[in-house]
Every structure is written in structure tokens, then in C-alpha cells.
């Protein structure tokens, strides 16, 4: 029974103490801004967010734009029209060429699929039967060794088409067009 009181007054005191801990701190916002203040650089001036007020846009007044010439507006006018229609143009002939290099990069994959399966299937049935590796060893030595370097050179293939797709992209995001 002493030793659950005791516990008891050790759990209240501790919780105790935590609470006029807690208590007794400072905001933590408060405390960064004591710190910036205390490490602010004499010789070189560092701005912060305190340091701006809000800035004001100001309008330009209604009476300065009737000033302006109204046929630079039209030649303004119709520049941003050619541009829009140029890189239209633009964008679309990025992304039919994009969509025709992916249409060829599926098209190889499946190919590269298909390829990769008959040849396990031929792996299958030469393994399956003992006799053709006695009878037939090196004519399938032969036989493996051209399917699996046209099966590198179709994968190679790929990897040099998935490359000319990332290079088609790559230009159409330097002429400010998004090919997705």
C-alpha cells in the first residue's frame, strides 16, 4: 500500500512540475524573434518580411491610355494573334509527331513482346525433350544465340526510339510548347 501511495505523489509531483514548465515558456515566435534582433549583421543589411510593408500597385491612369496611338494598338494587337497561331501550329506539330513516335514505340514493345514469348515457348518444347539436346546441341546453340541478339537489337530499338521521343519533348519544351 506505501509503495502505490508513494508512486502515487511521484506521478502527481512529476506531472506537476511539467505543467509550470510548460507554463513558464515562451511563445516560440517570440523566441525567433529575439534571435533574428540578437544576430542581426551591423555591416551588411539583411531584409526580411518585417522589413517590407505592403506594397501598392498602382493603376495607370484611365486618361494615359487614351493618349496612346490607336494604330499601335492594332499592330500590337494582331502580333499576339500570329503568335498565338504560330505556336498553335507549333503545338501541334510537337504533339503529332510525339503521338506517332509513341505510336511506334507500342508498336515495337508488342513486337518485342511476342518475340520474347515464342522464344520461351521454344526453350520450353527443346528442354522438355532430352533427345534434342543429344541429337541437336549445336544447331540450337546456334538458333539461341541469333534469337537473343535480335532480341537485343529490337530492345535497343526501343530504347533508341523511347530516346528520340525524350529529344522531341525536350525540343518542344525549349520552343514553349507542352507535349503531353
Known amino acids: 500500500?506505501?509503495?502505490?501511495?508513494?508512486?502515487?505523489?511521484?506521478?502527481?509531483?512529476?506531472?506537476?512540475?511539467?505543467?509550470?514548465y510548460a507554463s513558464a515558456q515562451e511563445p516560440l515566435g517570440d523566441l525567433?524573434?529575439?534571435?533574428?534582433?540578437?544576430?542581426?549583421?551591423?555591416?551588411?543589411?539583411?531584409?526580411?518580411?518585417?522589413?517590407?510593408?505592403?506594397?501598392?500597385?498602382?493603376?495607370?491612369e484611365a486618361g494615359a491610355a487614351d493618349k496612346t496611338d490607336k494604330s499601335d494598338k492594332g499592330d500590337a494587337a494582331a502580333k499576339p494573334e500570329e503568335k498565338d497561331k504560330d505556336k498553335a501550329k507549333l503545338a501541334a506539330d510537337f504533339k503529332a509527331k510525339a503521338d506517332e513516335q509513341k505510336k511506334n514505340i507500342t508498336q515495337m514493345?508488342?513486337?518485342?513482346d511476342v518475340y520474347q514469348r515464342e522464344y520461351r515457348l521454344k526453350v520450353a518444347v527443346y528442354y522438355a525433350d532430352v533427345g534434342n539436346n543429344l541429337r541437336d546441341s549445336k544447331k540450337w546453340a546456334?538458333?539461341?544465340?541469333?534469337?537473343?541478339?535480335?532480341?537485343?537489337?529490337?530492345?535497343?530499338?526501343?530504347s533508341d526510339a523511347k530516346q528520340k521521343l525524350a529529344d522531341l519533348e525536350e525540343q518542344a519544351r525549349k520552343a514553349g510548347v507542352r507535349v503531353d
Do not use: G
Not at 500500500?1 to 509550470?20: C, E, G, I, P
Not at 514493345?109 to 518485342?112: A, G, K, S, T
Open 109 to 112: 514493345e508488342r513486337e518485342l
Open 142 to 158: 546456334e538458333e539461341d544465340r541469333k534469337q537473343r541478339t535480335e532480341i537485343e537489337a529490337k530492345q535497343k530499338a526501343i
Open 32 to 60: 525567433a524573434r529575439q534571435q533574428r534582433q540578437a544576430k542581426r549583421p551591423s555591416s551588411a543589411k539583411v531584409y526580411t518580411n518585417d522589413d517590407f510593408a505592403a506594397v501598392k500597385v498602382t493603376q495607370p
Open 1 to 20: 500500500m506505501k509503495r502505490t501511495l508513494y508512486f502515487f505523489a511521484a506521478a502527481l509531483w512529476l506531472s506537476l512540475m511539467t505543467v509550470a
